[in-house]
Structure formats: structure tokens, C-alpha cells
């Protein structure tokens, strides 16, 4: 999540704020590969270029931050191609609005209006795709944990069927159901992020 945030929202407002230009062809190209490939293709291609071919990162387990890079980049490269165009999208729908202008107007820097008065403006997609996508992670991410031998949630619930055990089936699903209906809760962060929505 923490890689597809520093990445993808930073990909959608620089292309957001240079339509047309280099940087959004690189966010629009990024975007479709990530959406385009499957995660665990993803993986297997992490693993041969960064660990068979050049050894940088160990290919599978657990142990330190090292471990966490190649299953961080896998997993996250769909929801960086999302975030960079939900974030593109609603970043041009509010840099053509009115009180933009009048913050340009004003004389304010140009990475004042974008970041303070766009950007805050832009959130609520934003927001929204973000919770979706921790819902994704937590379930979603079965595959990615078989690949990189990742001891998760995932791996532990698809055990636990094959292995019959139905108190842990259970617990997995009430576990998941919680998160799923806490992460659905986004929309109180809606207020904090946009003065108009309390309103």
C-alpha cells in the first residue's frame, strides 16, 4: 500500500499537471501494464530478472525488509496503475475549476495550488480506490503469498480449507468481514479531507 501511495498519486498529478507530455505518456503506459498483468506473472518476472539474474533481492521467504521488496512491488503494481489514474482524472477535473483559478489568480505558487487546493480537492476517489484496494490486499493477495513463500492471511485460510479445520475458517472469514466493513468506512474520512462533504 505504502508503494502504490508514493507512487501512484505522485504518477497521476504530475501527468494531471502536464497533460499530454512526457510524464503522462510514462503514467498512461505504466497504468496499462499494471492492469494489463496479472500479479503473479508480475512476481514470477520479479523473481527471475531481480533475484535469479541479477541476485539484488533474495527470491522467496521472510525475514527482514529485503524480503518484503519483491512481494511489495508485485502486489502493488496494480494498484499503482489504478491510483495513477483515478488520480489523473480527478486531478484535471478540478485544476479547470473556478476557485483554482482564483488561487493562480491570487499569486499563489504553482505547487501551492496544486498540492494544497487541487490535490485536497481531488482526495475523495482517491480515498475511495485506497479502501477498496486494502480489501484487495487481504484477500487478493493469495497468489503473491504462494510465490514469494509468504506466510499470510491468505495461504493460512486456503490451508485451513483443504485441511478441513473450521474454526479457523471462521475466525479467517469474521476476521476479514470486520476489515472489510471497517475499510468500508472510508466515507468518514470523506469530512476530513473535503470541508464541503460535512456540509
Known amino acids: ?11 497521476g498529478v504530475l501527468s494531471a499537471r502536464y497533460p499530454g507530455g512526457w510524464v503522462d505518456r510514462i503514467a498512461s503506459l505504466v497504468a496499462y501494464l499494471g492492469v494489463s498483468f496479472p500479479v ?13 539474474m541479477l541476485r539484488w533481492l533474495p527470491p522467496s521467504g521472510y525475514g527482514g525488509l529485503r524480503y518484503l521488496v519483491l512481494p511489495a512491488l508485485a502486489l502493488g503494481s496494480r ?7 483515478v488520480t489523473r482524472s480527478a486531478m484535471l ?34 480515498l475511495t480506490v485506497l479502501g477498496l484496494d486494502v480489501g484487495y490486499y487481504l484477500t487478493g493477495s493469495i497468489l503473491t503469498e504462494t510465490i514469494f513463500s ?50
Open 1 to 11: 500500500m505504502a508503494f502504490a501511495v508514493a507512487t501512484g498519486i505522485p504518477l
Open 40 to 52: 503473479y506473472w508480475v512476481g514470477l518476472v520479479l523473481i527471475l530478472v531481480v533475484s535469479v
Open 79 to 85: 494498484s499503482v496503475a489504478f491510483l495513477s489514474r
Open 93 to 126: 477535473d478540478v485544476l479547470g475549476s473556478d476557485f483554482v483559478r482564483t488561487a493562480r489568480a491570487k499569486g499563489l505558487s504553482e505547487r501551492a495550488v496544486v498540492l494544497h487546493h487541487a490535490l485536497r480537492n481531488a482526495l475523495i476517489p482517491i
Open 150 to 199: 509468504w506466510p499470510g492471511l491468505g495461504r493460512y485460510v486456503v490451508n485451513a480449507i483443504s485441511r478441513r479445520d473450521l474454526p479457523a475458517i471462521q475466525g479467517s472469514v469474521l476476521f476479514l468481514s470486520v476489515v472489510f466493513v471497517v475499510v468500508n468506512l472510508t466515507d468518514l474520512a470523506y469530512a476530513k479531507a473535503d470541508p464541503r462533504v460535512t456540509l
